[in-house]
């Protein structure tokens, strides 16, 4: 999924800029590029639950998600 795809899915630019602390203008620029992966951590248990599971946080991050996500083991 695309950055365009999660920033819409999750509300837009206004929405994310509140979960994960930038400005809009800041998530908007994201639609054109990648989401910075900080703030992609930020958002994935947000994405996870609000695409009903199709986005999962094991996807987002398939290399890394037990250092980051312990539970999911």
Known sequence: MNS?????LLGGP????KLVGV???AV???QNG??????LVMLAATLEK???GLITRKALF???YEM???ELK
């Open 4 to 8: 365009t795809a999660i920033i819409k």
């Open 14 to 17: 206004t929405r994310i800029s």
């Open 23 to 25: 400005s809009v203008p």
């Open 28 to 30: 908007s620029m994201w």
């Open 34 to 39: 990648e989401i910075p992966t900080d703030k």
């Open 50 to 52: 609000e695409s009903h």
């Open 62 to 64: 398939p290399n890394n």
């Open 68 to 70: 980051i996500w312990p």
